[in-house]
């Protein structure tokens, strides 16, 4: 089982970004899609600042203060989060479902933070990928890469 | 998973390469802009998310199922 990955430019480096949809219990369940980049360098599953606007994520609880590209922000927990990955075949989807998942929000009036939360892409991290047993195939020259169940 | 969640989430993915293919044209015309790609194609582009959901929502599209995107300029390099 293959989870392809689109390899593209974002902020001058290329990433793996998968497709995924997602299944949010909040007050009224939030369905949406998400194109998160699969990032082996964070310990955890992030939803990011724009995401969160855009699927109208309401955060509550207490952040954790976090450091994405060296400028704090805050990681709000959203608990019970569900995911599905597209497949290789396009006919399947791979089921995930985290206890936790991060959403990114700056720190009010900090600059630096404003402007990393928003600039800052949906993350796939090593909690998901250990939590699921996935592998991360990354060929830069080429651009091709995939998550592979291990 | 529906048929119908199926189809979305392919288009999802068909938008994302158009953004992977048309990347280099995107930034220059829409630079330090969030830009929202439907069907292969630029639907609303502006430097404020908040307008470009309010956009959406006019033209009776739901931002939760449609890709986003900040372009950034050349020289900013995010090292995460």
Not at chain 1, 21 to 35: A, E, F, H, L
Not at chain 2, 55 to 76: G, Q, S, T, V, Y
């Amino acid at each position: 089982m293959k989870i392809p990955l689109i390899v593209r430019t974002y902020a001058e480096g290329k990433k793996p970004f998968a497709t995924v949809s997602v299944k949010i219990p909040q007050s009224k369940t939030i369905y949406g899609r998400i194109s998160p980049f699969v990032d082996t360098g964070s310990p955890w599953t992030v939803i990011s600042k724009t995401d969160a606007d855009r699927l109208r994520i309401v955060v509550s609880g207490t952040p954790r203060t976090v450091y994405l590209g060296g400028a704090p922000i805050l990681s709000y927990p959203l608990r019970n989060v569900t995911l599905k990955a597209l497949c290789e075949d396009k006919k399947s989807v791979f089921n995930m479902s985290m206890p936790i998942v991060g959403v990114i929000q700056p720190i009010p009036n900090h600059d630096q933070s404003i402007r990393s939360a928003g600039s800052t892409p949906s993350i796939i991290g090593a909690d998901l990928l250990e939590r699921y047993r996935l592998a991360l195939y990354f060929d830069i020259c080429n651009e091709i890469s995939y998550l592979e169940k291990v | 998973m529906t048929k119908n969640e199926l189809e979305e989430l392919i288009e999802l993915q068909n938008d994302s390469e158009f953004l992977k293919k048309s990347y280099n044209d995107l930034r220059k015309r829409y630079v330090n802009q969030y830009i929202a790609i439907k069907d292969k194609d630029v639907i609303v582009h502006h430097k404020d998310i908040n307008i470009v959901l309010k956009k959406l929502k006019e033209k009776r599209l739901n931002p939760a199922n449609i890709l986003i995107e900040f372009l950034h300029p050349k020289d900013m390099v995010l090292i995460l």
